[in-house]
């Protein structure tokens, strides 16, 4: 496993990371004969294989279902082997202000910890983050009086659209972003991608897989993705010119990216978890098939998965 470091903070992330939403609640696209959300016997094993593996960053979220908790109970024997990271909620808390909106953060923060039996959280984010609350700037007060009172040692925001990641990178209090970034969904790359870099704040990637529509469940979209389908079923016909699958050619395309700093991985499974991590310190993609997947454009609504016609 290659590592590298987090933006300006001092931690060195596995280029691999480990996301648990399919941990805790049933997620992705439905393929037939395929488990959706794994046992906690099996969610436990696959927490430690890929601690194992030497993943060592985790990301979880008080949204993801039992997520925290099985975490905290798979792993609290090991907690000195890896970066936490979990977010808080933000969605239900419109309106509110002052004491109120502190005291609900501070209870989110508290039931984290207590899910996840530690003391601290090494990265904690604003779960889907808004140019308004990011502006705003009481939320951003409040999580930096966690860090001070020793509950996170690092703070960030996860983003959906650009004018939230921006709203980010120019407020400057933050020390990590989130962002979904795949080889079909490159909006990032002319504005956010660059100014994270020159600001020193660390990127972390979810959706290189787009919720599995760049593995071969692609093949179960519905119809009313069809466009996504086909786009990924030309995706899928370069792959035999680099002798590889559409899983390692989604990796090698984000991790080539100089800023990034960890790509997730979200999976329920060990035989998707060791696979995935083997494609760490892969060679980067030759010019001439980078070029080739510029090619390929799909429109922005095929690519939100949540407009998708299931979670």
């Known amino acids: 496993?290659?590592?590298?470091?987090?933006?300006?903070?001092?931690?060195?992330?596995?280029?691999?990371?480990?996301?648990?939403?399919?941990?805790?609640?049933d997620y992705g696209i439905p393929a037939r004969g395929a488990h959706r959300r794994p046992s906690e016997v099996d969610a436990a094993r696959l927490l430690n294989c890929a601690l194992d593996l030497g993943v060592n960053l985790i990301d979880t979220a008080q949204a993801y279902g039992e997520s925290e908790a099985i975490i905290g109970r798979a792993l609290k024997?090991?907690?000195?082997?890896?970066?936490?990271?979990?977010?808080?909620?933000?969605?239900?808390?419109?309106?509110?202000s002052g004491a109120e909106l502190r005291k609900r953060v501070e209870v989110s923060i508290t039931?984290?910890?207590?899910?996840?039996?530690?003391?601290?959280?090494?990265?904690l984010y604003i779960h889907n983050a808004t140019p308004e609350l990011i502006q705003q700037g009481e939320i951003v007060e409040i999580m930096e009086r966690a860090q001070q009172m020793g509950y996170a040692r690092f703070i960030g925001a996860t983003t959906y659209g650009e004018a939230a990641p921006l709203a980010v990178l120019?407020?400057?209090?933050?020390?990590?972003?989130?962002?979904?970034?795949?080889?079909?969904?490159r909006q990032f790359e002319e504005r956010v991608l660059p100014l994270a870099g020159e600001h020193g704040?660390?990127?972390?990637?979810?959706?290189?897989?787009l919720k599995g529509a760049l593995t071969y469940r692609y093949v179960h979209l519905p119809e009313a993705l069809r466009e996504l389908r086909e786009a990924v079923d030309?995706?899928?016909?370069?792959?035999?010119?680099?002798?590889?699958?559409?899983?390692?050619?989604?990796?090698?395309?984000?991790?080539?990216?100089?800023?990034?700093?960890?790509?997730?991985?979200?999976?329920?499974?060990?035989?998707?978890?060791?696979e995935i991590v083997s494609f760490a310190g892969?060679?980067?993609?030759?010019?001439?098939?980078?070029?080739?997947?510029?090619?390929?454009?799909?429109?922005?609504?095929?690519?939100?998965p949540g407009t998708w016609p299931f979670r």
């Open 201 to 209: 704040v660390g990127v972390v990637i979810r959706s290189v897989l």
């Open 1 to 25: 496993m290659n590592y590298r470091r987090l933006g300006r903070t001092n931690l060195q992330v596995s280029e691999i990371s480990l996301g648990t939403v399919e941990l805790g609640m």
């Open 282 to 304: 892969c060679d980067a993609l030759p010019a001439e098939l980078l070029d080739d997947i510029r090619e390929i454009v799909v429109s922005p609504d095929q690519l939100n």
């Open 170 to 185: 120019e407020d400057g209090h933050f020390d990590c972003i989130q962002v979904a970034y795949n080889l079909l969904d």
């Open 77 to 96: 024997l090991r907690r000195d082997d890896y970066i936490l990271a979990t977010k808080i909620g933000t969605l239900s808390w419109e309106g509110y």
């Open 234 to 274: 030309a995706v899928n016909s370069l792959c035999s010119t680099q002798s590889s699958n559409l899983p390692e050619l989604a990796y090698r395309f984000v991790l080539r990216h100089p800023v990034v700093s960890t790509a997730l991985v979200g999976t329920g499974r060990v035989q998707e978890l060791q």
């Open 111 to 123: 039931e984290s910890l207590r899910a996840l039996q530690t003391d601290i959280i090494d990265l």
